[in-house]
């Protein structure tokens, strides 16, 4: 079974960074999609970015470009959203999301193609 579990969420001050991990369970990381959403309070689902098998970087979001990057490490299989210079809009609960595609796939599945999901693991930017 697939499962995939977030950590390293808190609260933060504006102009921090903070790291966010995505461990996964039950499937080799290399063959895998994984993306990071999030969801304010009141607000829509963004997706925020992906890393594809092939550790490309897609559907980077406008709203964390520049700030925001993930990265893998398949011995650990797990995923990292990397965030900085965080923003008081940055405030929202963070998922991450694992799809096979396949070894050396350079995309990222939509997002209602994504079928394991974590719980989620808050962010608040707040001074």
């Known amino acids: 079974q697939v499962q995939l579990v977030e950590s390293g969420g808190g609260l933060v001050q504006p102009g921090d960074s903070l790291r966010l991990s995505c461990a996964a369970f039950?499937?080799?990381?290399?063959?895998?999609?994984v993306a990071w959403f999030r969801q304010a309070p009141g607000k829509e689902r963004e997706r925020v970015l992906c890393?594809?098998?092939?550790?490309?970087?897609?559907d980077l979001a406008d709203s964390v470009k520049g700030r925001f990057t993930i990265d893998r490490d398949n011995d650990k299989n797990t995923v990292y959203l990397v965030m900085k210079n965080l923003k008081a809009e940055d405030t929202a609960v963070y998922y991450c999301a694992a799809e096979p595609t396949g070894y050396g796939s350079t995309w990222c599945p939509a997002t209602e193609d994504f079928r394991t999901w974590g719980r989620g693991a808050r962010v608040t930017v707040s001074s």
């Open positions: 890393i594809s098998s092939s550790d490309s970087i897609t």
């Open positions: 039950g499937y080799t990381l290399e063959y895998y999609a």
